[in-house]
């Protein structure tokens, strides 16, 4: 079953429909009463993977969405998800948006004063939270944020005999719901039928390094055009299975796990926490896998390191293996056919050693590998082209609703994050700046008319990013204007480049290059803790915690001698002076790192602002 | 000036890493504490300082000589008296043999003199001399194996949960004990506990330890104060909004 797809930019705004329905709601609903059987997500709870059919996710999503009806939900009102990927979160989307709302995920690792930043921002009415954890939180700072009148709770393990006028248990939303449809016939059908391509579907924040986060406004029509985006560039068959890991607070999130699985009519499988993640996937292994470069470069690390652990022989084997499987991949690059003798080769070390790997992975049964939301170093994509699986780096921001430029078969440039998807454009301004327009850009962001009108200038979106164009129309994006570093000697330079590079090392989880304004170059960085910890346990080197792990002689020398190995690739002003480790074992709850474990710059460099200046 | 210092030690059971590059120090004349939960190596790290085990990698030095792998009788020459997880006191045996067992090492003749030291510590022992020491009490017990290892007039005593199984009451007095010892006889102590309360209030320095690693080293007032060790080992919680909360913090051992 393939869904028919309408783009017409002719008329304004542009027309964007699936199957012919042109608002999320209507598109999901018949989708539900298509094929109510039909298996459409696994959820695993105490080891087991449960199913639900569209049919399930239909009566979820409905008595919730009646459920916030009775509870005096009225279309344009917005409504606060905080929790880990569950079924619940995407229930209780559905069941927003089919009744008019407007969701916007809060990340499960956001602290109170940000939750309560974010519930007034958008003035939240109605708050979904996951469990105990993330109801304290909110009850935290409920004082300030009047607009807050209802908080849902998905688990209430724990809060048996905790009575609030304020809560109720998602069971309890669902009996509203159940109720209301009983007193007002009817109001779920005209909910849905009411809905127009224009309204907002999220409120997606961005973080803010320049001042707060902003809520990215987007609209169905984006949404649905982003959900055909996905399918031209990438092709998701109703046959297909992802793994979802990623916060769904997040846009790719979103529109990878929540709506192409719509689109498509595919399978979306649940982990049951963060820490099941790789054996889960091994499960399930996926058809389709999208992720971010941290797990790309995590899980090469980990084959690394076994590696090291391993059998001379193995080591011997994975050399060789890896070599003909990245002699094959040239041809797979250009969708050639791989010459006959070295088909046969490539064969014999893909099935002795290269599959293994993949299955460890869980990325055997991946058709594609897909990679986005930051920078990624090129060698990374050719190593799991050389593994034996297509990865394509895809481009985009919250902005426009996630991808805007891909790779895609038969047509990719490693490094390059590809060409503008159909119906999309991209150009470069006179300086550089990479900009935007597709039916996916969004229409601003959320109560901010100053910040939307210097984003968003005569239908472009101008995205803070500098890039370069290629005579095939590659997008190549050389780093955010504002990271980019004029050393005191007045050469530019772009830190996501060395970054890249140095994360590549199985010792470095991430790295920040410091040097705007200062006579070199020198970093920051936070060392992978688990391949460190080996290297000194196998090294003998002496240590107690993490702090005088970073301390030692040889976890320095050994993070030195991998910037030196980065160094080396650079030119002369391009390379790393002194570096220093971070010392203390960040959480994503710490201020300086992302939901997704990235360094924010920013707060980097306020934060060690001694430490770097201890190397000038 | 450390008397005791673990470099790096490994300790395998089969294939199992118990003991993953441990490294510490224990300084002498001071009562240092090892917390950690169930399974977290603790008594591992015991058993291979004083013999029982044998690293399969690293350094033990004691008093500045290398000592890791050496039989449990030398390490009891050397100063060392480790007194087990369990009590492992001799059932069929009187309190008084047990407490003479513990001199075997000894051919002075002040061991009598040291007999009735243990029991000015434990004058219970004393009432009980002649009885089997399987018919003592838990606290009992406990009593007699710290009276059993004090008999080899250690320089290090290795105490691996002595308050295991004991009654609030029984364990204060334990404590007192241990505090008594190291004072007046001068024994350099290392105590492994669950009692994470007991074992920070009496300890000089502490090192916590998860899945056979190190994660955390202070001085017991530091830590008696941090975070993760009042949330996950003093069992201090500060009441929420909604009053007692159920869910636990990110460890983060800072």
Same mark, same amino acid.
């Given at each position: ?16 429909? +699936? ?147 304020? !809560? ?32 907002? %579907? ?45 916060? $769904? ?53 980990? &084959? ?17 293996? +890896? ?45 594609? %590998? ?57 150009? $470069? ?39 370069? &164009? ?31 590079? $140095?994360?590549?090392?199985?010792? &470095? ?11 070199? %170059?020198?970093? $920051? ?23 005088? %792990? !970073? ?30 480790? +971070? ?34 | ?29 001071? *009562? ?68 003479? /067992? ?12 040291? *007999? ?7 004058? *219970? ?20 194996? /710290? ?29 007192? *004990? /241990? ?76």
């Amino acid at each position: 079953m393939t869904a028919t797809h309408t783009v017409d930019l002719r008329v304004d705004p542009p027309m964007v429909a +699936i199957d012919g329905f042109s608002s999320i709601p209507a598109l999901f609903w018949h989708r539900v009463n298509a094929n109510p059987e039909r298996l459409v997500i696994r959820e695993k709870d105490y080891g087991i993977w449960n199913e639900y059919t569209w049919a399930d996710y239909g009566r979820n999503a409905k008595y919730a969405g009646l459920g916030l009806m009775a509870l005096g939900l009225k279309p344009g009102d917005v409504c606060s998800i905080a929790a880990e990927v569950c079924k619940e979160w995407l229930f209780a989307d559905l069941g927003v948006v089919c009744a008019g709302g407007i969701t916007n995920g809060i990340y499960p690792t956001d602290v109170s004063n940000q939750v309560a930043y974010l519930v007034n921002d958008s003035g939240t009415r109605f708050y979904f939270a996951e469990d105990e954890e993330q109801l304290d939180k909110i009850l935290d700072v409920r004082a300030n944020t009047p607009s807050l009148e209802k908080i849902i709770i998905f688990d209430m393990e724990g809060l048996r005999n905790f009575e609030d006028d304020m !809560c109720i248990s998602f069971e309890a939303l669902l009996d509203l719901g159940i109720a209301h449809e009983a007193t007002h016939p009817g109001a779920w059908t005209t909910s849905i039928n009411a809905a127009d391509a224009e309204d907002l %579907l999220t409120l997606t924040y961005t973080s803010g390094t320049t001042g707060p986060p902003k809520g990215a406004m987007i609209s169905h029509r984006n949404m649905l055009y982003m959900m055909i985006t996905l399918q031209r560039v990438c092709g998701i068959f109703d046959s297909d299975e992802q793994v979802a890991f990623l916060p $769904l607070a997040h846009v790719a999130g979103r529109m990878f796990y929540t709506f192409a699985t719509i689109e498509a009519n595919s399978v979306i499988n649940l982990v049951e926490d963060v820490e099941t993640v790789i054996q889960d996937q091994q499960e399930i292994s996926p058809s389709i896998h999208f992720a971010v470069p941290r797990v790309w470069e995590k899980q090469y690390s980990t &084959i690394l390191i076994k590696l090291k652990e391993g059998t001379a022989f193995g080591r011997w084997a994975y050399q060789l293996a +890896i070599r003909i499987g990245s002699a094959a991949a040239v041809y797979r690059k250009a969708a050639a056919p791989v010459p006959l003798g070295l088909r046969a080769v490539a064969f014999a070390a893909d099935q002795l050693v290269l599959k293994n790997i993949r299955r460890l992975l869980g990325i055997d049964e991946a058709r594609w %590998l897909s990679t986005a939301a930051a920078p990624i170093a090129p060698e990374l994509i050719d190593w799991y082209w050389s593994l034996g699986k297509p990865m394509y780096e895809v481009y985009g921001q919250t902005e426009c609703t996630g991808i805007i430029t891909a790779n895609e078969p038969g047509n990719l440039k490693i490094g390059s994050v590809g060409k503008a998807a159909p119906d999309a454009e991209v150009v $470069l301004s006179d300086d550089g700046e990479v900009l935007l327009k597709s039916p996916g850009v969004i229409r601003g962001y959320w109560k901010q008319t100053k910040k939307t009108a210097e984003t968003f200038k005569q239908g472009w979106l101008y995205t803070g990013d500098v890039g370069r &164009i290629d005579e095939d129309g590659f997008l190549y994006v050389i780093d955010r204007i504002k990271d980019i570093i004029i050393t005191a000697g007045g050469k530019n330079i772009t830190p996501s480049e060395i970054e890249n590079q $140095l994360k590549f090392s199985p010792f &470095i989880s991430d790295a920040v290059v410091i040097g705007d304004k200062r006579p070199y %170059l020198t970093c $920051l960085v936070m060392i992978d803790q688990e391949n460190v910890t080996k290297y000194a346990q196998d090294k003998d080197v002496p240590f107690t915690n993490y702090t005088s %792990l !970073c301390h030692t002689e040889a976890v320095q020398a050994l993070i030195w001698d991998e910037v030196e190995k980065v160094n080396q690739k650079f030119a002369r002003v391009e390379t790393i002076k002194k570096c220093r480790l +971070i010392d203390q074992l960040l959480d994503p709850e710490d201020e300086e790192l992302t939901p997704t474990m990235k360094l924010k710059r920013k707060v980097v460099n306020q934060k060690y602002a001694g430490m770097i200046d201890e190397m000038y | 000036m450390s008397i005791l210092e673990l470099t790096n030690i490994e300790t395998y059971y089969g294939p199992v890493m118990a003991i993953r590059g441990v490294s510490m120090s224990v300084r002498e004349g001071e *009562i240092s504490v090892l917390l950690g939960a169930n399974g977290a190596g603790k008594t591992t790290v015991l058993k291979t300082i004083s013999g029982a085990m044998e690293p399969q990698k690293g350094k033990i030095l004691f008093r500045g000589k290398e000592i890791q792998g050496i039989d449990p009788d030398k390490t009891a020459r050397l100063g060392i008296a480790h007194v087990p997880e369990g009590r492992e006191v001799f059932p069929f045996l009187s309190v008084q043999e047990n407490l003479a /067992i513990g001199a075997y090492t000894r051919n002075d003749n002040e061991v009598d003199d040291d *007999i009735d030291l243990v029991y000015d510590y434990f004058p *219970i022992l004393a009432e009980k001399r002649k009885q089997q020491a399987a018919f003592l009490s838990g606290g009992q017990q406990q009593m007699l194996a /710290i009276g059993r290892a004090l008999m080899l007039r250690p320089a290090l005593m290795l105490l691996d949960e002595p308050s295991l199984g004991l009654s609030p009451r029984l364990v204060g007095e334990i404590a007192e *004990i /241990i505090v008594r010892v190291n004072k007046e006889q001068n024994v350099t102590i290392f105590l492994v506990e669950q009692n994470a309360k007991m074992a920070l209030d009496i300890g000089h320095y502490g090192y916590v330890m998860e899945v056979g690693r190190i994660v955390m080293e202070d001085s017991c007032k530091k830590l008696s104060q941090a975070a993760d060790i009042q949330e996950f080992y003093l069992g201090v919680k500060d009441e929420g909004i909604r009053g007692r909360r159920r869910w636990k913090q990110r460890k983060t051992w800072r």
